[in-house]
């Protein structure tokens, strides 16, 4: 089956910049995802990038895949302690209804 | 809009009872599916429906039943509970998508955790 992979924790200080990897193996994949689950709550879409894109910029986050390595990044600008959760990257492939398939999440804790 | 909104937020059982988790969402997605997430193992697809009177299965779907009477709800069933159910369980509901694959933005409720002894 399909595998997606991350390391599990991330530790940064405040105003460093945080990359976080992801690995799918799904070459059908067409979407790939970021949520962000801060504690205690639910997922939350951070980002996405269409599968014939290579980079991605939204404000302080910036999205790099590299397909023939089927290998995503997130990575986030001046790193706040608002920044602290757990990071889902995720894969839908060609099924009709954009099933997703998780990763097993990165912990990123910021600290002063 | 309350987005998608999950009951309760904690639950306790022991093992042998059932229970169901109720899942809701007012935004008229079509798609609605059940996760479980476990330290170290991400979010694993219980069940899905694409519509109201459709359900499937997912990755992990033994243990579990569902239904989709109304677009609005889809509630969890555990027959009846085993500790290997102790979990926390995310409901989430998308707009349809085209075949071939399509951008699928999936709203998460704030999830169930639920023990059982």
């Known amino acids: 089956g399909e595998d997606v992979e991350q390391s599990l924790f991330l530790s940064v200080r405040e105003g460093d910049s945080s990359v976080i990897n992801c690995t799918y193996t799904d070459s059908s994949s067409t979407y790939l995802y970021w949520y962000k689950q801060e504690p205690g709550a639910g997922l939350q879409l951070l980002t996405y990038i269409f599968s014939n894109m290579d980079m991605k910029q939204d404000q302080r986050l910036t999205v790099l895949l590299n397909k023939k390595d089927k290998h995503l990044s997130l990575r986030i600008a001046d790193t706040q302690t608002g920044d602290s959760a757990i990071y889902f990257c995720?894969?839908?492939?060609?099924?009709?209804?954009?099933?997703?398939?998780f990763g097993a999440g990165t912990q990123v804790v910021v600290t002063p | 809009n309350a987005g998608v909104t999950q009951t309760p937020k904690f639950q306790v059982l022991k093992t042998g009872q059932s229970m169901t988790l109720q899942c809701a969402q007012d935004m008229n997605h079509e798609y609605m599916s059940w996760y479980r997430q476990d330290p170290g193992m991400g979010l694993r697809l219980i069940h899905y429906?694409?519509?109201?009177?459709?359900?499937d299965q997912g990755e992990v779907p033994n243990g579990y039943n569902v239904s989709r009477s109304t677009t609005e709800d889809f509630p969890l069933r555990l027959l009846s509970a085993a500790p290997s159910q102790t979990s926390v369980y995310f409901c989430?509901?998308?707009?349809?998508?085209?075949?071939?694959?399509?951008?699928?933005?999936?709203?998460f409720g704030p999830g169930t955790r639920l023990t059982v002894l």
């Open positions: 429906s694409v519509g109201a009177g459709i359900t």
């Open positions: 989430a509901s998308s707009y349809s998508v085209t075949s071939g694959g399509s951008y699928n933005e999936q709203f």
């Open positions: 995720a894969e839908s492939g060609a099924d009709s209804w954009g099933k997703l398939q």
